[in-house]
């Protein structure tokens, strides 16, 4: 995922990541000029208020996430080495999501895309849990390495293991279960990172291969419309967790996400500073699927950690993907419970 050209403007990141941007500066030239982005007017100032909804009482316990589980898999995911798109890494890491998925109903959507650098098989695998309410709740991350590290020891720890095993933990949670509310698919799209660097192409034409596939696919056969909610994991698992809020997501769902983590004492781990990303949500933002993208895009001091060898295990914490994980699934159940869900 990269930033967008408004984040430069917004005082509070230019605080907090100012050398990032103006590292960035090309890459958010050119992203502005891309026919992939989102409009905009679609992205809110960072000081916007989350709208203050009236969440029905539950009195339901609140999740039980295994967060020391969800780290084993990273540590499993990540011990494949760099799994950039075509390697026989990334094929082992595809057989590794499957097994775990064994037994389920797994949708699997496998074809080819034609990227800056050539042809490449994608597959995107999605498992399905029915509930028994009419709709669906999709969570997604995606599990791929950026392409241009490829040749180096990058393995994306924190970017894509740490999602992929925070879905292999949610589907442990959600299996061998009739769900009270919305069913729940769980996404582990493919092909999210750029195939050539943000220097020389801007990321909206040159990623989000699967998960674009992927909601084209659904638009076209009817899925789309019965999407309830999107909420899409990313870089979640770092030990000094603090997820931002995204501005292309809809303001409703991140309330929701705000609720659900005030729920369990974690809400000092979210929201405290907005920015715009562009990421997997978007292609599901642009038709109109109400999305919240959970990215903590302060990876180290000043991100510094993000898109290098240095994004290792050690930096992560079972404790983040826990309060993550746990969030999740309570702001699932939240979004089951609230008739009717607000307007788009
Ligand atoms: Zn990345």
């Known amino acids: 995922m990269s930033t967008t050209a408004t984040t430069r403007f917004h005082w509070r990141w230019l605080m907090l990541a100012g050398a990032l941007a103006l590292l960035a500066c090309d890459k958010d030239k050119n992203s502005a000029q891309a026919s992939n982005q989102v409009p905009p007017a679609a992205q809110r100032p960072a000081d916007t208020p989350l709208p203050a909804l009236t969440f029905p009482s ?22 494949f080495g760099p799994r950039p798109l075509g390697s026989a890494n990334h094929k082992k890491v595809e057989d590794y999501i499957d097994a775990h998925l064994k037994g389920d109903d797994v949708e699997d959507d496998a074809f080819v895309a034609d990227t800056n650098v050539g042809k490449f098989p994608v597959h995107n695998i999605v498992a399905k849990y029915p509930g028994t309410k009419d709709g669906i709740i999709v969570v997604a991350s995606h599990y791929d390495t950026n392409y241009p590290l490829r040749d180096t020891p990058y393995v994306g720890a924190n970017d894509g293991a740490s999602s992929s095993a925070l879905l292999l933990e949610l589907a442990n949670q959600l299996r061998g279960k009739t769900l009270d509310g919305y069913s729940v698919w769980l996404v582990w799209d493919d092909a999210e990172e750029a195939m050539k660097p943000d220097t020389e192409v801007d990321f909206m034409s040159d990623s989000l291969y699967g998960i674009t596939h992927l909601a084209e696919k659904w638009e076209a056969d009817g899925t789309l419309k019965k999407i309830k909610a999107f909420l899409l994991a990313d870089m979640i698992g770092d030990a000094d967790l603090n997820v931002d809020r995204e501005l292309n997501s809809a303001p409703w769902l991140e309330a929701v996400v705000l609720e659900a983590a005030k729920r369990q004492g974690y809400q000092s781990h979210f929201f405290s500073r907005g920015l715009p990303m562009e990421d997997d949500h978007l292609p599901f933002v642009k038709r109109g699927v109400p999305s919240a993208d959970l990215i903590d895009f302060n990876y180290g001091y000043n991100n510094v950690f993000w898109h290098t060898p240095q994004d290792t295990v050690d930096k992560l914490s079972p404790d983040s993907l826990k309060i ?21």
């Open 58 to 79: 539950d009195n339901a316990p609140l999740p039980a996430f295994d967060g020391d589980r969800a780290m084993r898999y990273v540590k499993e995911i990540v011990k």
């Open 324 to 344: 993550v994980g746990s969030v999740v699934l309570e702001s699932i159940r939240i979004v089951d419970k609230m008739d009717p869900l607000p307007p788009k």
